[in-house]
């Protein structure tokens, strides 16, 4: 059994930042794209940013200059570094990974910016 287990979410402040990680755990044979979306009330899932076995890296526009992910292939963890929130940021962050050639998702850490 594969998981994704997020850690990191919680309340900040307009401008403040926060880290989110996600693990990759189980019987892993191989790992490739991993990346995180979200899912803010009234919209549609939608892409922060995915990071590839080998290091690139496609992000939101919305999100370019403010959000850095970033990559442990020894550990099968990623890590989304995020400043200068803003609110339009608040939603439930997804972990998401391709794993022994199967979509995964983790179960979802929620973000919130308010002052």
């Not at 794209?33 to 899932?45: L, T, V």
Request: proline fraction near 3%.
């Amino acid at each position: 059994q594969v998981q994704l287990v997020e850690s990191g979410g919680g309340l900040v402040q307009p401008g403040g930042s926060l880290r989110l990680s996600c693990t990759a755990s189980g019987r892993i044979f191989s790992i490739n794209d991993m990346g995180w979306y979200r899912h803010a009330p009234g919209k549609e899932r939608e892409l922060v940013a995915i990071i590839s076995r080998g290091g690139a890296i496609t992000s939101a526009d919305s999100v370019k200059g403010r959000f850095t992910i970033s990559r442990d292939n020894a550990k099968d963890t990623i890590s989304l570094q995020m400043s200068s929130l803003k609110p339009e940021d608040t939603a439930v962050y997804y972990c998401n990974a391709i794993i022994n050639y199967s979509n995964h998702w983790g179960q979802g850490t929620q973000v919130t910016v308010s002052p």
